[in-house]
């Protein structure tokens, strides 16, 4: 069973960049599609976008598209969310998800594995 840490999350001003990582342990993390997934208070858990074990293809929620980067390192068992141009709508908690060998997903329930996630907040 794969066990995820995320980090990295803390106070930002409107604009400026962040940069999340998710530490993942007790599984062979090359075999796993990396999901992001954020939820405010009071809302449903939002899509953010997912990195694919194989080939490392990227998919974005249309809110983080063109401002949000997802990457990986296999030989850390690490993924990242390099979120730039922040807005305050940002504002949430952000997890890290995880789904072995699976084909990529904006489906919270297709993720077997959950990280505790970590607050990001931009402020105005």
């Known amino acids: 069973q794969v066990q995820l840490a995320e980090s990295g999350g803390g106070l930002v001003q409107a604009g400026g960049s962040l940069r999340l990582s998710c530490a993942a342990s007790?599984?062979?993390?090359?075999?796993?599609?990396m999901g992001w997934f954020r939820q405010a208070p009071g809302k449903e858990r939002e899509f953010v976008g997912y990195i694919m074990w194989r080939g490392g293809t990227t998919t974005y929620g249309d809110s983080v598209k063109g401002r949000f980067t997802i990457s990986r390192d296999n030989v850390k068992n690490t993924v990242y969310l390099q979120m730039n141009s922040l807005k305050p709508e940002d504002t949430a908690v952000y997890y890290c998800?995880?789904?072995?060998?699976?084909?990529?997903?904006?489906?919270?329930?297709?993720?077997?594995?959950w990280g505790q996630g970590t607050q990001v907040t931009v402020s105005s």
């Open positions: 007790g599984g062979t993390f090359s075999l796993y599609t």
């Open positions: 998800a995880a789904q072995l060998t699976g084909s990529g997903s904006r489906v919270v329930s297709d993720y077997g594995h």
